[in-house]
T-cell receptor, first 115, second 116 residues
Framework: AQSVAQPEDQVNVAEGNPLTVKCTYSVSGNPYLFWYVQYPNRGLQFLLKYITGDNLVKGSYGFEAEFNKSQTSFHLKKPSALVSDSALYFCAVRGLNQAGTALIFGKGTTLSVSS | GAVVSQHPSWVICKSGTSVKIECRSLDFQATTMFWYRQFPKQSLMLMATSNEGSKATYEQGVEKDKFLINHASLTLSTLTVTSAHPEDSSFYIC????????????FGPGTRLLVL
């Protein structure tokens, strides 16, 4: 069964420092992987995705993610964190649902960037 | 591009009434729309998948008579919570995929439902 794990409930980082939000996945076949961000009382905003190609994927707001097939990971990274990056981050993988395909989300990681 | 709107953003209703939530793709045609439910500090739970002109496909455990989904056009899907009860209070989020896109879902801002 397809699944996504985000092992950290919360990540704390100081502004200007690099940040990493971890994600590991379990799928059969080639993974389609996504990162979304959610601000309080808002829907999800798409950050980036990996379908195929380069293992390093660049996305919105300076975020990037590295696909690592051997470690089945897709960690989200940013070289220099901003206070405005504080939000809830979801990793997702395309999986199977009653209709055929859907996104399966991790439980989310709260990123807190302090000034 | 790829903007999805939801209306209303907030709704408070009495127990036993029905509430309709609209989801619109504003600048693209959506082959498929999805409805999710999110409880506080939890992940999104997929409720159903809807394709324009056909019946929605519901996930296991989601009551189709309780949560009516209509996908009338390539830009509009509606979720009606019928005979709402306090336990239906939640944050409902829709998403849509483009007609010719690959996999990416674009999410609406969500609708907060409070049933008294």
């Amino acid at each position: 069964a397809q699944s996504v794990a985000q092992p950290e409930d919360q990540v704390n980082v100081a502004e200007g420092n690099p940040l990493t939000v971890k994600c590991t996945y379990s799928v059969s076949g080639n993974p389609y992987l996504f990162w979304y961000v959610q601000y309080p009382n808002r829907g999800l905003q798409f950050l980036l995705k990996y379908i195929t190609g380069d293992n390093l994927v660049k996305g919105s707001y300076g975020f990037e993610a590295e696909f690592n097939k051997s470690q089945t990971s897709f960690h989200l990274k940013k070289p220099s964190a901003l206070v405005s990056d504080s939000a809830l981050y979801f990793c997702a993988v395309r999986g199977l649902n009653q209709a055929g395909t859907a996104l399966i989300f991790g439980k989310g990681t709260t990123l807190s960037v302090s000034s | 591009g790829a903007v999805v709107s939801q209306h209303p953003s907030w709704v408070i209703c009495k127990s036993g009434t029905s509430v309709k939530i609209e989801c619109r793709s504003l600048d693209f045609q959506a082959t498929t729309m999805f409805w999710y439910r999110q409880f506080p500090k939890q992940s999104l739970m997929l409720m159903a998948t809807s394709n324009e002109g056909s019946k929605a496909t519901y996930e296991q455990g989601v009551e189709k008579d309780k949560f009516l989904i209509n996908h009338a056009s390539l830009t509009l899907s509606t979720l009606t919570v019928t005979s709402a009860h306090p336990e239906d209070s939640s944050f409902y989020i829709c998403s849509a995929t483009r007609l010719a896109g690959v996999e990416t879902q674009y999410f609406g801002p969500g609708t907060r439902l409070l049933v008294l």
